[in-house]
């Protein structure tokens, strides 16, 4: 019998994407799926209703966790070998999870697999990207919002190249396929990140750990984006640079590094404070259209 798939996907009030979620992932795979929904606390019915489908289950999670702590207790309560996390506004392409799985066999050291993500406007968003080094961190950082075409960004999105099979940094966490026991081993999502960065710090973990990042660009889907962020954009522009300066203080730790850590401190906690007024910046660079 085919091994079921595990699916687990954070909700926190979805609304209807939540149905186009499950509704086209039934066509993105011929094997059994095993779809756990953990909730961080819905209260616009759209939750309880979809774990009346066959096959749905809902994990409460107790809280508004955040999108790390919720993904890990979602995974823990499946025992699949490959488990997909991913954003419940995402829509899959028929056939779209059977290509993920397809370059899971031909990756064998492969840990998290990332199909292409269109926008809601067909841009693609580069979901794959080079793990950010100091100086294309700040570059982005300080261009990426309103000179989205700016080297810096560039190099660290890896936006100068058509899509193609290839290892990343990292991967996009709102849609990955995960090898269960090489994410077991480096111990899940880092609990501490509320919203952002879990993905980024996944992907460089596995990569010490001697895993791989691969992204399929073979597998489309199209996500949404925003549904949950939007509702408090204020403070998930705050979450973001507070999550920004954690994974950074750690990158960048000991007494060497404390001249690097004080001004990146202030950087991130000036423009914490424009983002909150000034929502383009919050948004970040824009998503540029390639062939593809």
Do not use: K
């Amino acid at each position: 019998m085919t091994s079921p798939i595990g699916v687990v996907a954070v909700t926190y009030s979805p609304g209807a994407s939540l149905e186009t979620f499950l509704t086209s992932l039934a066509a993105a795979t011929e094997h059994p799926l095993d779809v756990v929904l953990a909730d961080n606390g819905s209260t616009d019915g759209s939750v309880e209703a979809a774990g009346g489908r066959p096959g749905v289950r809902v994990v409460e999670t107790g809280g508004n966790l955040g999108y790390g702590r919720a993904a890990n207790l979602g995974v823990h309560d499946t025992t699949a070998e490959f488990v997909v996390v991913a954003n419940p506004d995402i829509e899959w392409e028929a056939g779209s999870l059977d290509q993920l799985l397809a370059a899971a066999h031909r990756w064998p050291q492969g840990a998290a697999f990332g199909p292409l993500i269109h926008t809601p406007d067909g841009a693609i968003y580069p979901s794959a990207r080079a793990l950010p080094s100091l100086g294309r961190g700040i570059g982005h950082a300080l261009f990426g919002w309103w000179w989205p075409s700016n080297p810096w960004t560039a190099a660290y999105r890896v936006e100068t190249e058509s899509p193609r099979e290839r290892t990343a940094g990292w991967l996009s966490g709102s849609c990955l396929l995960l090898r269960r026991d090489a994410f077991d081993a480096v111990g899940g999502f880092d609990p501490g990140f509320f919203m952002y960065f879990e993905d980024l710090d996944l992907g460089e973990r596995l990569g010490r750990a001697g895993w791989q990042n691969v992204y399929v660009p073979s597998a489309v889907v199209r996500h949404a984006g925003g549904h949950a962020t939007s509702r408090d954009a204020a403070r998930m522009a705050t979450e973001h640079h507070r999550s920004a300066w954690r994974y950074l203080a750690a990158r960048y730790a000991g007494w060497r590094w404390l001249p690097v850590r004080l001004a990146l401190r202030a950087g991130l906690g000036m423009r914490s404070v424009v983002a909150r007024r000034v929502p383009r910046i919050a948004a970040g660079a824009e998503a540029q259209r390639r062939d593809g």
